[in-house]
């Protein structure tokens, strides 16, 4: 798959990657220090990618609050010729389905 620079590309099958994993774990302990919460990382949902600079990640992810799932959107900008990973965005989408799993 060619990549277009700047456009936003959806990545099939990229769920169960272990760096993508690994990014939707950063953004969610990220998101827990910056707002003082104890989100939990349940999965990946699904993964859109964006060449700028280094890589815009854009990650929905699942991720248990408290006796809850909830769905959250974010943008994760990775560097790593610099070694950097930050954070752009993190936000609440809705209630997972009940029927969710691990």
Not at 37 to 64: N, P, R
Request: with cysteine; charged share 30%.
């Amino acid at each position: 798959m060619s990549r277009l620079l700047g456009g936003i590309t959806m990545v099939e099958g990229s769920e169960n990657n272990l760096e993508i994993q690994e990014l939707a774990r950063f953004a969610v302990e990220d998101h827990n220090k910056k707002e003082n919460m104890d989100l939990e990382f349940v999965k990946v949902i699904s993964v859109k990618e964006q060449v700028v600079e280094g890589m815009a990640y854009y990650i929905t992810l699942e991720a248990k609050d408290c006796e809850s799932n909830k769905i959250y959107e974010t943008k994760i900008w990775d560097r790593p010729w610099l070694n950097l990973k930050e954070v752009k965005e993190f936000k609440f989408v809705g209630d997972a389905p009940s029927s969710s799993t691990t």
